[in-house]
């Protein structure tokens, strides 16, 4: 595992001041929305709608990957910090929550690939500098928008309905046989465990270990790519210092309206009036239900 070049405490005070520089020179477009909240199932779903037109481009993942890699070089402006001799901390470009965080490898590894060790270390190394809450999405299906591997964190609370996190009292009324769990009120396919906060690299090796362990739980196989072990099927995953959750994806959206993995913390972004109007009629765990998959019997 790759040494961690972060040093404690300097990670947040990096994130407020590059942020206050890539503002100022026009390279962070923040995508800027209204916030409202829609009650579904005992919990209060956090809902942004876009408020004005910028909005990020985007990239076709289906073809051959000839794509320009925005990673590959990024850009300076948006540099927040040296992680590891894999991985460096950026801003997230097009963000709608502030201070949103992507955790990079340097070289090119395609996001299908499995997390692994070093970047279980580069990420955990960011959760314990803030109060934040960790996500990969895992393949197209799963929202990923960008074919270069990369972990997000961004930091808590996610809205202001109340909660730091919506889906917290799901959390709390987890069910557990052995060191993997589940969640009641989620009517979809689905793992958790629980984590040991501790020194980075013991906490590394138990990430990496529930997550493989999560993985095999929620039917997600892996293939092996020119001599690297990928996904076999699109998912999202969750990650603090105290826990991780899987969810396995059936599909990208629900009549038009993306999920990545946020939306299984209870957090969604709809781009107009429509879209929003559509997701309170649906309701979103139903959105949630239908871009998973169905929850096996036990």
Partial sequence: ???????????????????ERALACGALRPIETVQTAIGDRGLRFVVRQVSNLILKPHV?????????????PYEPDL????????????LNKYNVLPHHLLIVTRAFE????????????????CLDEFDGLGFYNGGREAGASQPHKHMQVVPLPLGDAGLSLPIAPLLEAARFDGPIGTLPGFPFEHALAQLTPGPLEQAAAQALERYRMLLNAAGVGSVT?????HQNAPYNLLLTPHWMLVVPRS??????IAVNSLGFAGS?????????AVLRRIGPMTVLRRVGLPRRET
Avoid: Y
């Avoid at 692994?116 to 190394?125: Q, S, T, Y």
């Avoid at 790519?225 to 072990?229: M, N, P, Q, Y």
């Avoid at 969604?268 to 929003?276: C, D, M, R, S």
């Fill in 1 to 19: 595992m790759s040494i961690c070049l972060l040093k404690p405490g300097a990670l947040w005070p990096a994130v407020i001041a590059r942020t």
């Fill in 60 to 72: 076709d993942m289906t073809g051959p990957r000839l794509f320009v890699d925005p990673f590959l």
């Fill in 79 to 90: 540099f927040v910090a040296e992680l590891s001799a894999t991985h460096v901390a950026l």
């Fill in 110 to 125: 395609p996001q299908e690939a499995l997390v692994d060790l070093a970047d279980f270390a580069a990420w955990l190394a």
């Fill in 225 to 229: 790519v020119d001599g690297r072990l």
């Fill in 251 to 256: 599909s990208e959206d629900v009549a038009g």
């Fill in 268 to 276: 969604f972004f709809v781009k107009n009036e429509e879209q929003l």
